[in-house]
Nanobody
Framework: QVQLVESGGGLVQAGRSLRLSCAAS????????MGWFRQAPGQEREFVVG????????RYADSLKGRFTIARDNAKNAVYLQMNSLKPEDTAVYFC?????????????????WGQGTQVTVSS
């Protein structure tokens, strides 16, 4: 079973950038597809981006493509989310997720493991 710990959240002004990290332990990291979700207050948890086990395939939420970038380092058991040109509507708790699959899905129920989340707040 893999454990996931997110870091890098915080308070940032609109237009700035932030990089989130997710450290994995307890499992064969390279055998998991990895992803990021986010949940704003009062809203459903939504898919942000996912990356395949080898890193050669990515899938983005259409609304975020171009501003957010996912990357993974299998040697460091880590996945990253680079967020640029942040907007107040990006404010949410961001969750790291892992799935025992070769595919990447935007469906929440498809993912097997979750981190505790890290808060990102974007001020206007």
């Amino acid at each position: 079973q893999v454990q996931l710990v997110e870091s890098g959240g915080g308070l940032v002004q609109a237009g700035r950038s932030l990089r989130l990290s997710c450290a994995a332990s307890g499992g064969a990291f390279s055998s998991y597809a990895m992803g990021w979700f986010r949940q704003a207050p009062g809203q459903e948890r939504e898919f942000v981006v996912g990356i395949s086990r080898s890193g050669d395939t990515t899938r983005y939420a259409d609304s975020l493509k171009g501003r957010f970038t996912i990357a993974r380092d299998n040697a460091k058991n880590a996945v990253y989310l680079q967020m640029n040109s942040l907007k107040p509507e990006d404010t949410a708790v961001y969750f790291c997720a892992a799935a025992r699959s070769t595919r990447v899905s935007g469906t929440r129920s498809w993912w097997d493991y979750w981190g505790q989340g890290t808060q990102v707040t974007v001020s206007s």
